[in-house]
């Protein structure tokens, strides 16, 4: 049976369980993930930054990787970038822009950089030193003008941030630094643009970390105004934390502004997301879903702008085909997020019954929606298999040969 042939059966018992599987095939061709430029250069472990063949030396040739992943899936049109990491040799953003446009991609989210440079060993905005405080200031705001260049929305901030030992510094005085200086940063964000508190629970520093879970990013969100929200990255919580719990309080709030998505088993492993626990993801899409389909404000609105992206370096698996398989696994989740039979579950938890509800969630997740994507592939006119596509079409071979195995990890350094 082709794939055309089991939709259709697919399609016959979806709408036979009143699914209306028209709007589930709309809502699949826009769906969108941004893809980051850093996930196509060189990366490593803490111990060894590993060459790979063909990896991106420089920003275009991550411009070029991101677009071909575009070209295979139809659905990664965006691409982050790192600033100083993707600054123009010749510092000129506009024509940087131009060239993304040309090969078919836009760029997504600016990601300042204020953990690598000597000055930052006792952090950035929470630095003890005001001359170091005003090093990252100064480059956060830089980031806010390279926004308007690019004709980005998204100023996407982490901070490495922290402290090894009790007593190295005091954490009110830390907190206080921060807000000051994310304070400032806000001020200057683009009109139209949005600023992404990540937090993450510990690493690099182990005693204390200035953002270390979404309560503080919260926090800090709120305190700052409407165009501050916080972004959930899926590596960055403890084991066992309900992650779909916290997206579902945020959204609520209104204040979930983007996703990093990647696999976790023991803390930020940067794996393909929906490797390890696909359920997971299943079940934070199921949130992010439920809202979008919904009639709560702000629940709602902020689930139908939530900047999604991928936040991965792969080291051991090659470069674009990771991230080809990154994006097709969300679209797996979102669709099987999409069958979720709503209305029958609100019913069914509203007279509690407990495995009842339980089993019309997994329903969803069990579904085989292999031959769904296709047809949507279909549809977006991009191959029905991207993976083989990819494999088959040459680009890898081709890359290989003309950019060679660089130890660097690709763009501009300091
Ligand atoms: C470091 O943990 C990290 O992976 C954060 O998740 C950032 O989003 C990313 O690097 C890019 O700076
Ligand atoms: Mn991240």
């Not at 630094?177 to 937090?199: D, K, S, T, W």
Request: with cysteine; aromatic share 10%.
């Amino acid at each position: 049976m082709n794939h055309l042939d089991q939709f259709e059966n697919l399609a016959d018992s979806l709408t036979q369980q009143g699914i209306d599987v028209a709007a589930v095939t709309e809502a699949l061709k826009v769906q969108k993930i941004e893809t980051p430029s850093w996930g196509y250069a060189n990366s490593g472990t803490r111990f060894k930054n590993f060459g790979w063949p063909g990896a991106a030396r420089t920003t275009r040739e991550k411009i070029d990787d991101a677009a071909m992943v575009h070209k295979m899936t139809g659905m990664a049109p965006l691409v982050a970038i790192h600033i100083p990491w993707d600054k123009p040799e010749d510092g000129d953003y506009v024509a940087f822009r131009q060239y993304a446009q040309e090969q078919g991609v836009q760029i997504g989210a600016v990601n300042p950089n204020v953990f690598q440079d000597n000055q930052y060993r006792l952090g950035s905005l929470a630095n003890p030193n005001p001359a170091n405080r005003e090093l990252a200031l100064d480059h956060l705001l830089e980031c806010c003008e390279i926004m308007t260049k690019v004709k980005s929305d998204v100023l996407s901030l982490w901070f490495a941030d922290g402290t090894n030992y009790a007593g190295q510094d005091s954490l009110r005085g830390r907190k206080h630094r921060f807000e000051a200086g994310l304070n400032q940063v806000y001020e200057h964000l683009p009109a139209g643009g949005r600023m992404l508190i990540e937090y993450k629970f510990f690493e690099p520093a182990f005693y204390s970390t200035d953002i270390p879970d979404w309560g503080t990013a919260f926090a800090l969100a709120l305190k700052l105004g409407e165009y501050a929200q916080v972004l959930v990255d899926l590596g960055h919580h403890a084991s066992g934390v309900n992650i779909e719990q916290i997206v579902a309080f945020l959204l609520d709030e209104g204040q979930l502004g983007g996703f990093h998505f990647n696999n976790r088993k023991y803390a930020d492993d940067d794996l393909v997301v929906g490797s390890v626990n696909p359920y997971e993801l299943f079940l934070i899409y199921n949130e992010l879903t439920g809202a979008a389909l919904s009639s709560d404000e702000p629940a709602k609105t902020t689930a139908q702008n939530v900047a999604y992206m991928i936040d991965q370096s792969h080291n051991i698996e090659g470069k674009l085909a990771p991230m080809i398989l990154s994006v097709l696994n969300c679209q797996e989740a979102y669709a099987k997020s999409l069958l979720v039979q709503r209305e029958e579950l609100a019913g069914l938890q509203g007279t509690g019954e407990v495995l009842a509800a339980h089993n019309l969630l997994t329903e969803a997740y069990r579904v085989d929606v292999r031959p769904l994507l296709a047809k949507v592939r279909d549809e977006l006119e991009v191959p029905v298999d991207p993976i083989k596509a990819y494999r088959e079409s040459g680009y890898e071979g081709a890359i290989a040969s003309e950019r060679g195995t660089v130890d660097s990890s690709g763009g501009y350094q300091n």
